[in-house]
């Protein structure tokens, strides 16, 4: 019964370069959460994804930053020309249905040189 | 825009001794999580609170939730080592804002031998 997987647990890149963070929500779970955690920082939600849509992205910068979660496969936090202010971790959750608790995935933690 | 404010954020307290950690929202909610989490690690589910008046109890620790007075209390009981940690609350906005959680910035706990 596995948990929320996040891939890779951790990212380097240099700037300029772009990132590609994935998460396989947990068996059952349709909605998925992304969040990112500056250090000593609360998290902060970023996208919220059912299967093939967009349903909240009202945490996102309007630039760079980019999800999906298509039908098949997992859901893909993707950010272009990754900035220093890029260095975070960056969590996903999911849950069954909406309003239900969210579980979370071990994070990415992402550094950009 | 919700708003969550916890306090204190950081605590340092002696094995045996009793203490609350208070956690504040802006606007209204149907929903107040408590989470843990260990350094470097993921966020664990603690509690879902869901009605005002509501009390959960795991262990050493309680949450309740007075949702007229819009603010959580997490009560630690005979505090041991193994309770160190950061803890967040996380509200859910009812009010048809963001889909996505909004989280404090964590009480940094540290419980001494």
């Known amino acids: 019964n596995a948990g929320v997987m996040q891939n890779p647990r951790h990212l380097v890149r240099r700037r300029g370069q772009e990132a590609r963070l994935r998460c396989s929500p947990m068996?059952?779970?349709?909605?998925v959460y992304w969040y990112r955690q500056l250090p000593e920082e609360g998290l902060k939600f970023m996208v919220y994804?059912?299967?093939?849509?967009?349903?909240?992205e009202s945490g996102m910068p309007k630039e760079r930053f980019s999800a999906e979660f298509p039908k098949e496969g997992p859901s893909i936090l993707r950010i272009q020309q990754v900035v220093r202010g890029d260095s975070a971790a960056y969590f996903c959750?999911?849950?069954?249905?909406?309003?239900?608790?969210?579980?979370f995935g071990p994070g990415t933690r992402l550094l950009v040189l | 825009e919700l708003k969550v404010e916890q306090n204190p954020l950081f605590l340092s307290m002696q094995e045996g001794k009793n203490y609350t950690i208070y956690c504040n929202y802006s606007t209204t909610s149907d929903r107040l999580y408590w989470y843990r989490q260990d350094p470097g690690k993921s966020l664990e589910s603690l509690f879902v609170l869901l009605s005002n008046g509501a009390v959960k109890q795991e262990g050493r620790l309680m949450a309740s939730l007075d949702t007229k007075a819009r603010l959580s209390t997490l009560h630690i009981t005979a505090a041991v080592h193994d309770l160190s940690a950061t803890y967040f609350c996380a509200v859910a906005d009812s009010g048809g804002g963001a889909d996505g959680l909004t989280f404090g910035k964590g009480t940094h706990l540290i419980i001494q031998p």
């Open positions: 068996k059952g779970h349709s909605h």
């Open positions: 994804l059912q299967k093939e849509n967009i349903i909240d």
């Open positions: 959750a999911s849950s069954p249905v909406w309003k239900e608790t969210q579980y």
